[in-house]
């Protein structure tokens, strides 16, 4: 099983094999960690997304799927992109929020890195409770831990982040 760690900082900033990026559909681009990982890691990134686009996922990256490119600037050596789910009080789409960690876990795998970078997937403007975030993020990454990963690295933007997936890492 993969050792898991909690960092608050900047995602962009990781010396890891494999950073996750918490993608819209489109794999071109958007706000917050998406938004962040394309400005560092550069145009590199963008050009491999608009190829995956189109060839494989012309109508964009599903919810829960994974897909890698290379990292362009970034200190990592890939990202792999991952679209979570939209938080809805009405409907349960936990299964999509542990798939995305899941599936990240298989690319990763496949491409035998060692340590991954996770954000707190649908957290930030797709509105998921932190804490549930946080929850179903562990205990995920603790039941699919890829073979050859040997530290998934969750990395918290603020404290409060931080504080809740420490808490959660606890319980």
């Avoid at 599903?62 to 200190?75: C, F, H, I, Y």
């Avoid at 890195?113 to 797709?126: E, L, M, N």
């Avoid at 409770?129 to 890829?146: C, H, K, N, Q, Y």
Wanted: net charge negative.
């Amino acid at each position: 099983m993969a050792r898991i760690t909690l960092v608050r900082g900047d995602i962009t900033a990781q010396r890891v094999d494999a950073v996750v990026n918490a993608a819209n559909s489109s794999l071109l681009g958007g706000g917050g960690v998406d938004g962040a990982i394309h400005r560092k890691g550069g145009p590199e990134i963008l050009a491999a997304c608009r190829e995956l686009r189109a060839s494989h996922y012309g109508g964009g990256l599903p919810t829960g799927q994974a897909v890698a490119t290379p990292a362009g600037r970034l200190e990592a050596r890939w990202v792999i992109h991952t679209v979570g789910p939209v938080w809805s009080a009405r409907e349960d789409r936990s299964e999509l929020l542990a798939s995305c960690y899941r599936e990240s876990l298989r690319v990763a795998g496949e491409l035998a890195a060692r340590t991954v970078a996770f954000p707190a997937i649908s957290t930030g403007v797709y509105g998921w409770p932190m804490a549930d975030g946080a929850r179903i993020a562990l205990r995920t990454v603790r039941e699919a831990s890829a073979e050859s990963v040997e530290e998934v690295r969750f990395v918290l933007f603020d404290e409060a982040a931080y504080e809740v997936f420490a808490e959660a890492a606890d319980a």
